[in-house]
């Protein structure tokens, strides 16, 4: 059998499969397998031809990957994908592969900076001008040391950061409220999913700005956050502050366009085609962003403590133990004045909440 013969039968094969699954309310692209149609054919040296014409949509990617097929899928995706992973140590071991490890990828997604990849193999030449690759992952401290090393490797000021309390409680596992919770999400994703698919429609992109004011607070602020976290924590943590500074802007967007549908583009369930060329921030909205970022802030702080080899502030300057204890002491009651709670100073100060006692007392020495 030609090729052209095996094209149009499983062409016929692709119409009976669509019929097949609208009959049955099911997923086409779960049936629409070119290793079962292929298969079926019986034309196993087809097989690869076939596999490489077809593109393959998901917006899950997988973490156990390598960096020619992280790339690959972010090509055959529109330059769009999602990693979100359980335990963190998959997409770490997946990093000490020889020849696949693609934390590089991720630091230039963070940026939307400019992928390629070139296979000798076939001459196939990728690009992705313009990556758009999010991660999300839970973790165990172990998980993340081997994930992020060291602060200076770069992945760890691109990562927000939420360290969980603890829970003495056991948790009730016959909690009626949870029969519940498959539905909530499931409305919560058809609600996103409409409005994602009506913002890819727009021809145009929707320019989004701060007002006067939220940009003359966005960079006090943010540059009181750096000399502080230079002075009283580490050096190495001028640009964590710069990237929590444009993931707070990013922050800001998401709920601005957020409430946009909200208040105006909903009309019996359908959105509404009318959408502004400029949405400008409400003071809402950016209060609720730089307030995220606070606590997100101080989450990176307590992470940075516990990874191994941290540079303290004045390392470099072969401080003693005594010069240290006496920046603990400033930045407790840096933070005391400025109303976090002592648990939080602990947190922040040194690495855990068990030490709250030391810093109420350093907080409120003389």
């Not at 076939?122 to 001008?129: C, K, V, Y």
């Not at 307030?291 to 003693?320: C, E, T, Y």
Request: with cysteine.
């Amino acid at each position: 059998m030609g090729v052209q013969e095996v094209k149009q039968l499983f062409c016929f094969v692709q119409k009976v499969l669509l019929i097949f699954c609208t009959q049955l309310n099911h997923s086409c692209k779960l049936l629409l397998n070119p290793w079962f149609v292929l298969i079926l054919l019986g034309e196993y040296h087809q097989l690869i031809f076939w596999r490489k014409s077809i593109r393959l949509y998901k917006l899950i990617l997988p973490a156990n990957i390598g960096k020619s097929g992280i790339i690959q899928l972010l090509y055959e995706n529109d330059s769009r994908g999602t990693i979100c992973e359980g335990e963190a140590d998959t997409l770490a071991e997946a990093f000490k592969q020889e020849h696949g490890g693609f934390s590089d990828v991720l630091r230039q997604s963070y940026g939307h900076e400019p992928i390629s990849l070139f296979r000798r193999t076939g001459n196939e030449d990728i690009e992705i001008p313009r990556p758009h690759l999010s991660v999300v992952l839970t973790s165990t401290l172990d998980q993340l040391t081997k994930l992020i090393p060291a602060v200076e490797n770069g992945l760890y000021s691109r990562f927000l950061y939420y360290c969980l309390k603890e829970n003495p409680k056991f948790i009730d596992v016959f909690d009626e409220d949870k029969k519940h919770y498959t539905e909530l999400f499931n409305k919560l994703g058809g609600y996103f999913s409409k409005i994602y698919n009506r913002l890819v429609r727009l021809q145009n992109p929707v320019y989004f700005e701060l007002q006067s004011h939220h940009k003359k607070q966005f960079i006090n602020h943010f540059q009181d956050q750096k000399n502080e976290l230079r002075e009283l924590v580490s050096k190495s943590l001028g640009g964590t502050i710069n990237r929590l500074a444009l993931m707070c802007f990013r922050i800001a967007m998401q709920f601005s366009i957020l409430r946009l549908f909200e208040t105006f583009g909903f009309e019996n369930g359908e959105i509404l085609d009318k959408i502004p060329s400029k949405i400008i921030c409400t003071d809402q909205d950016f209060e609720n962003s730089l307030r995220l970022i606070q606590n997100f802030q101080m989450h990176a702080i307590s992470v940075f403590w516990k990874l191994p080899n941290f540079k303290a502030a004045d390392s470099d300057q072969g401080s003693d133990k005594d010069l240290k204890k006496a920046e603990q002491k400033r930045k407790c009651r840096k933070m005391k004045q400025q109303k976090f709670s002592y648990d939080d100073i602990a947190l922040a100060v040194f690495g855990k909440r068990t030490m709250k006692s030391t810093a109420y007392r350093y907080a409120n020495e003389s």
